[in-house]
């Protein structure tokens, strides 16, 4: 509340520099080295499997497709599989790479569509409430009462999902933190004396809220944005593992985990490699988020 | 709660395959059978009464006043529903309402016959794992607190970052992989060794068999517990009451446990509404893993199997559990914070 609060009225610091709250955020970003780290780690492992995957490919000769009976579980550190093969010959390297694009596009389209979802019945919910409010109230305890991973996996059951269809299923299902969360704070914003003085000038309810109200969010929506999609990977890897999300032959990290289990003693690499990568990210994305709350922190002194 | 009910029954009503086919998988059925059988189930009525039949039964739809095992009475639904020209057995079912939540497409039997021991396992693993959780995190979070900066501090915080960013399933592979595969220490699954009578010792004969699931379960619980238990004592210790405490000369470790600690603790009664949900879904991962005979998996293998009954019957159970839990939190921080009054 009290952050809040002075996020609203402005800082001792932002009133002393003139500097907007975002300036001051990503001057405090500049300084946080972990953020930073985690940041470039997020960049390099988004760009080795969407550039990387077809260049390593092409240079090494490998496909994470094509299938060797001849040579099945080599070991990681041979040439040309770098990272060894799988049960079924297939390029370890390469699979983990064009699986990570898979993992990576699920997470951050679904997380988007979740957060848009939440923003925006956020924002209208805490504006208008009435009916609005309680019908979105009522939707957001109905889906909270059941187990979130119950629910996902009747969902992909009943639909057998493509990929596009297990965003659309993550994204639906995902929005009712952000939607809290965000109508919180549009009940506080509501009442600030520019919005009330917006009102009175005759600004339309459309214009408060994209013009007065949603540049205030900013700061939540993107630290909400981080953290969701660190959780959305985690869900998606959770139901592919289950063999209800992203489905064979197409990988994904979660998925490639399912076979794994099943030839533990084989070739422990492939049961360490994509669960590694699965935290890595994870973690990265958690580490930005909490960076991102710290920098846009109002209290924060430098 | 009757939204829940619509909802998990409007995806069921979605979903491919259904009772006619599930019942009538053979090659050797005809058309006509197919009819037959569909019609005798209902699934041919009006979304509405079959929603109704579901929740409350068909007994009362289509009765048999005379005893002759042939209706003479219905309401809603027809008489003879399968048109053989004679009036079809009266209903039969007794709706969830009644505890009647239909046969398992799969095992054919009445799935409340199967659920009881699978919720049993459930809660053995989930009660254990929220007690150690417990245990665990709250001491953890209120030493955090109290060494704000501190080295302690900052090792849980780092160490609660991970484990809530560790797939679980994968962490639960590790484990058996690192202790059952290549240590051969602990078994690498399941919830009783297997033994010829069938038997399952009581639970401290087997205590091996619950270590890893338990400390997969746990590890989210304490990285959870810990930082919310860091947070609300945080927030307890900048209290005037504290001050006070401190200032009449009392031990500081006095002052930690009996003024800080009790009140710190009282948002933690909020919790359990929450942490039915997540225990529940994290029992689903957990015990498709370890091959632990619970609830969670037994719905993995039902969503699997196109076993409907059953997966509707795990999310009502899932749903009035959630709720008991919030109904309980909400009498508990009334009980314990005695500031607090519903009017």
Redesign the interface.
Same mark, same amino acid.
């Given at each position: 509340m009290t952050a809040s609060v002075a996020r609203l009225q402005g800082t001792d610091e932002a009133k002393k520099t003139g500097l907007s709250l975002t300036t001051l955020a990503i001057r405090r970003l500049r300084r946080d080295n972990l953020t930073l780290f985690a940041m470039s780690v997020l960049v390099i492992l988004i760009l080795t499997s969407f550039l990387g995957a077809p260049i390593l490919s092409e240079t090494l000769g490998v496909s994470y497709t094509k299938t060797q009976a001849d040579k099945t579980f080599l070991t990681p550190g041979s040439y040309p599989h770098l990272m060894g093969t799988d049960d079924l010959g297939r390029d370890h390297l390469m699979r983990l790479l064009y699986a990570g694009q898979v993992s990576l596009s699920v997470g951050f389209i679904a997380a988007t569509l979740a957060i848009s979802i939440g923003v925006s019945l956020g924002v209208v919910t805490g504006y208008y409430g009435g009916v609005i409010d309680d019908i979105v109230n009522w939707m957001i305890a109905t889906l909270n009462s059941i187990p979130s991973l119950f629910l996902l996996l009747i969902v992909a059951a009943v639909l057998r999902p493509s990929p596009v269809t297990l965003v659309l299923i993550l994204g639906f299902l995902g929005w009712t933190g952000t939607t809290r969360l965000v109508r919180g704070e549009t009940l506080s914003i509501r009442e600030r004396e520019y919005v009330i003085s917006a009102r009175a000038i005759g600004a339309s309810p459309l214009r408060i809220m994209f013009v007065h109200i949603m540049p205030n969010l900013f700061s939540v929506i993107v630290i909400t944005l981080a953290i969701d999609i660190g959780g959305i990977i985690l869900t998606e890897a959770a139901l592919s593992f289950l063999g209800l999300g992203i489905l064979p032959p197409t990988p994904s990290w979660g998925n490639m985990l399912t076979d794994a289990q099943t030839f533990f003693t084989k070739g422990v690499y492939l049961v360490i490699a994509p669960g590694l990568l699965i935290f890595i990210t994870v973690l990265c994305l958690y580490v930005v988020g909490d960076g991102l709350r710290d920098a846009f922190d109002p209290t924060a002194k430098d | 709660?009757l939204? $829940?009910t619509v909802? !998990?029954y409007l %995806?069921?009503y979605? /979903?491919?395959g259904g009772p006619v086919a599930a019942l009538t998988f053979s090659p050797s059925t005809t058309v006509a059978q197919r009819e037959r059988v569909a019609a005798q189930l209902g699934v041919n009525d009006p979304l509405p009464i079959q929603y109704l039949r579901w929740l409350l039964g068909d007994d009362w739809m289509r009765w048999d006043s005379n005893g002759d095992g042939i209706s003479d009475g219905s309401f809603l639904i027809a008489l003879d529903a399968n048109a053989d020209g004679e009036n079809d057995p009266p209903g039969n079912r007794l709706g969830i309402i009644r505890g009647d939540f239909g046969r398992s497409f799969f095992y054919r039997r009445p799935v409340q016959d199967m659920i009881g021991e699978r919720v049993a396992a459930t809660f053995e693993l989930g009660a254990t794992s929220l007690f150690i959780g417990l245990l665990l995190g709250v001491p953890i979070g209120i030493l955090a607190a109290v060494r704000k900066g501190g080295w302690f501090d900052n090792f849980t915080r780092v160490t609660s +970052? %991970?484990f !809530? /960013?560790?797939? @679980?399933?994968?962490l639960g %592979? $590790?484990l *058996?992989?690192i202790f059952g !595969?290549w240590l051969h220490l602990l078994p690498m699954g399941s919830r009783c060794p297997s033994t010829l009578s069938g038997g399952c010792p009581p639970m401290w004969g087997r205590l091996e068999y619950l270590l890893l699931p338990t400390f997969v379960l746990a590890a989210g619980w304490v990285a959870v517990l810990s930082r919310y238990m860091r947070a609300s004592m945080l927030d307890v210790m900048s209290q005037d009451y504290m001050r006070t405490a401190h200032s009449k000369g009392l031990a500081a470790r006095v002052v930690w446990f009996k003024h800080g600690a009790r009140n710190a603790a009282i948002p933690l009664a909020t919790f359990l509404g929450?942490a *039915?949900? #997540?225990l529940?879904? #994290?029992a /689903? @991962?957990t015990e498709? @893993?370890f091959s632990w005979p619970g609830l969670g998996r037994f /719905? +993995?293998e039902a =969503?699997?199997a196109?076993d409907y009954p059953v +997966?509707m019957t =795990? =999310?009502i159970i #899932?749903?009035v559990a959630? *709720?008991l839990g919030?109904v309980v939190s909400d009498i508990l921080y009334a009980v314990i914070d005695p500031r607090i009054r519903f009017d």
């Open positions: - | 709660m939204g $829940i909802l !998990s %995806l069921m979605l /979903a491919p +970052v %991970l !809530s /960013a560790i797939p @679980i399933f994968w %592979l $590790i *058996i992989l !595969s929450p *039915i949900t #997540g529940l879904s #994290g /689903a @991962i498709t @893993i /719905a +993995v =969503v699997t196109q +997966v =795990v =999310v #899932g749903a959630t *709720i919030y």
